[in-house]
């Protein structure tokens, strides 16, 4: 975290990781309040599925956009 505007020419650099990570079709997707355990997530999109540990979700999680797309609905849900 950087206490300088990402637009500035002082950045840090995250404004050029989220366009980089934007051209290649990804973002980093992070939820910090998710409680301990295990979540499904499934693409509304393509209706890929996986599970990740609350940590994972807290700390960020790489996504690739579907093909021909520049935007994911990630559904997630709570693993029983």
């Known amino acids: 975290m950087s206490n300088v505007d990402d637009q500035s020419s002082e950045a840090a650099g995250p404004l050029q990781a989220r366009q980089l990570l934007?051209?290649?079709?990804?973002a980093i997707v992070?939820?910090?309040v998710f409680l301990e355990g295990r979540y499904s997530l499934q693409s509304v999109i393509s209706r890929k599925?996986?599970?990740?540990?609350?940590?994972k979700l807290q700390?960020?999680?790489q996504v690739q956009f579907p093909d021909k797309h520049n935007i994911e609905i990630i559904e997630v849900r709570k693993s029983e």
């Open 22 to 26: 934007y051209a290649r079709g990804m």
């Open 30 to 32: 992070a939820i910090p």
């Open 49 to 55: 599925q996986f599970t990740v540990n609350a940590g």
């Open 59 to 61: 700390r960020g999680l």
